[in-house]
């Protein structure tokens, strides 16, 4: 295994303030020098759920083997294991100002729920009822206590955190995914056909306000959308299926960009059972996703030039983000690998958690080339006021 990969033994570490604090954005020569740095192994098995906080300070992990962990992200350490035998649990987000609490779906087959779970008492506040299938996808609304899911049942629901039942419901053709845009005024819906419906989240009732036909771009093989998530900025869509990955003109649903995602031409591999789910940078400038033989890729956005090739999980990696708030990237597979910038030839190495840890450590990463975690280079992102409350919502047929 090359240097850098995750392959380096899991050591915890802490990090020091960074001198760098201020409107620091992302680069191709910043990521270009991304490494590993540390590796949690805390999950026996595949991961299921990813996400930040908003501010980027902590980090959760949901897998199947029913456990959830959090992770403070200032001191690299993990800082919450929880249980969730009865449910299980799949795909888990934070909301848009809490840190201590989180929407997930149940792994549960016999019932398809979602629980608003509050990690600090590890109690859980609610519990949405509705689907009928797996989940397929969850997006909080990025102001509002709203969020939006979409299932294998052929619905998309808009939930409110102060209501157990939907208050508004998209029936489709087939297993359904949405998501919101950065300001929540907008919210996209691929509903089972090879087509993105953009409705207004304040005017969900009237339906539809523009629709794109984007099976011209896909493979006719695979015309399943798998996920659609807004850019920060809102200029771009970026859709998944099985077997592509593709962006899009937000206003007009034009192909701007497919990035290579399939494994080479002659390839034994087969098509994941799960697509990687892809993640813009904070910035909108760059798009990273897990790829074929366990390589996650760094792209800018708009021009689709590969940046940067991740290499280290042994499987190709379901969840990537970065965080919003340090040049921080995270992937995960079988294991959970954070990468961040090296500084130079001469990276400072950080101090250890535990100091019987660091002289082993320090050995290590001399060994291999001193590729270690670096001091933050942090990224500001600003946000506008939040909206007014969400319109009552009604309910729409989409063939």
Known sequence: MSPGSPGLSDVSMTYPESPFAGEVSLSDQLLARLA????YRDHKGSLTGLDFTYDGQHLV??????????????????SRHLRCEKYGCGLVRFLHNDKEAAVA???????????????????YLRFFRGHKAPITSLCPHPYEDVFLTGAQDKTVMMWDL?????NARIDGAGPCVAGFDQQGMVFAASVGSPKLHLFDTRNFSRGEFICFDISAHLSP???????VQF????RFLLVRTLSQLIL??????????????????????????????????????????????????????????????LSGHTTQPTHVAFSPAHALAVTAAESCAWWIPEEGSQPRLLTSLHSAAAPPLMHALRNLAARTLLHWHCVCCHLPQPLSDIDAAGQSRIE
Not at 36 to 39: A, D, F, I, L
Request: aromatic share 8%; glycine share 8%; charged share 20%.
């Open 231 to 234: 850019s920060p900025c809102g």
């Open 61 to 78: 992990t949901s897998g199947e083997d029913n456990s959830v962990f959090v992770y403070s992200v200032e001191s690299a350490h993990r």
């Open 221 to 227: 093989d695979n015309l399943l959308v798998h996920s």
């Open 162 to 166: 102060r209501a157990d039942k939907p």
């Open 105 to 123: 779906a149940t792994r549960n087959s016999a019932e398809h729920m979602l629980k608003y779970w509050d990690f600090h008492e590890n109690k």
């Open 248 to 309: 899009l003109d937000a206003f007009d649903g034009t192909l701007l960009v497919e990035y290579p995602i399939a494994a080479p031409a002659g390839s034994p591999e087969a098509l994941p059972a799960r697509p990687s789910l892809p993640s813009f940078s904070p910035d909108s400038k760059y798009v990273m996703s897990g790829v074929s033989g366990g390589g996650t890729c760094i792209w800018q956005t708009t021009t689709g030039r590969l940046i940067q090739r």
């Open 36 to 39: 590993v740095g540390k590796v």
